[in-house]
């Protein structure tokens, strides 16, 4: 069915934590993963690019990809990543094309009312635009329950 899963995750460990979903459906579905960390573009950081260079890779996204791609490894997944810089659902909806993706999988966590304003309509864009299914993952795995898929999955290799 699924065979190449885009996970999609911004710079934060909590929204990492949320692709934990779309980590074991890859496993269970023997299907290939392309991890996709997106460090959102502020004002500032627009208004200075191509005056001030501005450093695509922050350390903090490095080390989420390389903890990522890392736990995907340890289930048996085939993998790779990349770390970029911009508006999430459109650098989600360019990856996917990319990638060929036949499934994305989003992290989700609450936001105020002048959060999801501020931000705008990024989760309504990425359903309207790109070509494959889109799963928003909200199934809670806990750090302990997680390790314990990551050693079944060395145990059975």
Do not use: N
């Amino acid at each position: 069915m699924y065979k190449r899963i885009l996970l999609a995750s911004d710079e934060t460990r909590e929204s990492l934590v949320a692709l934990r979903e779309g980590a074991l459906i890859a496993r269970a579905l023997g299907a290939e993963a392309f991890l996709l960390i997106v460090e959102r573009a502020t004002l500032g950081h627009r208004m200075a690019d191509g005056v001030y260079p501005v450093p695509r890779d922050s350390k903090t996204a490095l080390d989420l990809l390389g903890l990522g791609l890392t736990r995907l490894r340890r289930l048996g997944v085939p993998c790779a990543g990349e770390v970029v810089f911009g508006e999430p659902a459109t650098e989600i909806a360019a990856c996917a094309q990319a990638f060929h993706a036949d499934l994305i999988v989003v992290g989700h966590r609450k936001r105020s009312l002048v959060e999801r304003w501020w931000s705008g309509e990024s989760g309504a864009y990425l359903v309207d635009t790109v070509a494959c299914s889109v799963l928003v993952a909200r199934d809670t795995i806990s750090d302990a329950e997680f390790e314990g898929y990551l050693q079944r999955a060395e145990e059975s290799a």
